[in-house]
């Protein structure tokens, strides 16, 4: 399978970083085949609203990282999404990343694959990722994705605080039983 790892933190050895690099982990000793983007580290401009993309059949107007991006996207069996939460939602990097998902919508939603979700939460109450997980429910359902799983961390504000619980494993785990 390939799989397409998606991250929006920009700490690279941060919470997220973590569970991301378990899963890949996991993926890999399966036999998969993964590619990472880490959108905090790319150039990504917002969607402009332009719909030069539909006028232009899927091409969008933007010349930047999404061009690299692309052929990962749609050749992907599966995409994970990593994020930490900031202020109840994914990181704007990873949600500069998805609207822009816009110009190839029509071929995205032909086509529907799996997704998994792995979030870091400093907050160890659940509801601080219900925006997150309200989002994430939309998202599969227009998408047409379905969810292969989700790994959702809470009470893991730095690097630390996730590596003293068992997150990783869970990641690990979420990654080789794909």
């Keep these: 399978m390939r799989i397409l790892v998606i991250t929006g933190s920009p700490h690279k ?31 990504v401009a917002p969607c402009r609203a332009c719909d030069a993309c539909r006028s232009h059949g899927t091409q969008c107007a933007q010349k930047d990282d999404m061009t690299a ?22 990181s704007a990097q990873l ?14 939603r032909e086509h529907p694959k799996g997704v998994c979700l792995l979030a870091t939460c400093g ?34 504000s730095v ?3 996730i590596e003293a619980t068992d997150y990783p494993a869970q990641a690990r785990a979420l990654g080789a039983g794909l």
């Design 13 to 43: 050895q941060g919470t997220s970083a973590l569970l991301a690099d378990s899963f890949i982990e996991g993926a890999l000793a399966a036999g998969h085949q993964v590619e990472r983007f880490d959108s905090a580290f790319a150039s």
């Design 95 to 108: 949600k500069t990343v998805l609207d822009r998902f816009y110009a190839k919508n029509a071929t995205l």
């Design 69 to 90: 991006l692309w052929p990962k996207l749609l050749q992907a069996d599966l995409v994970t999404l990593v994020t930490p939460i900031y202020y109840f939602g994914m």
């Design 123 to 156: 907050d160890s109450e659940t509801w601080a990722m219900d925006g997150l997980r309200a989002h994430y429910a939309c998202f599969c359902q227009y998408m047409g994705r379905e969810d292969r799983g989700q790994v959702l961390a809470f009470g893991v």
């Design 159 to 161: 690097r630390k605080d």
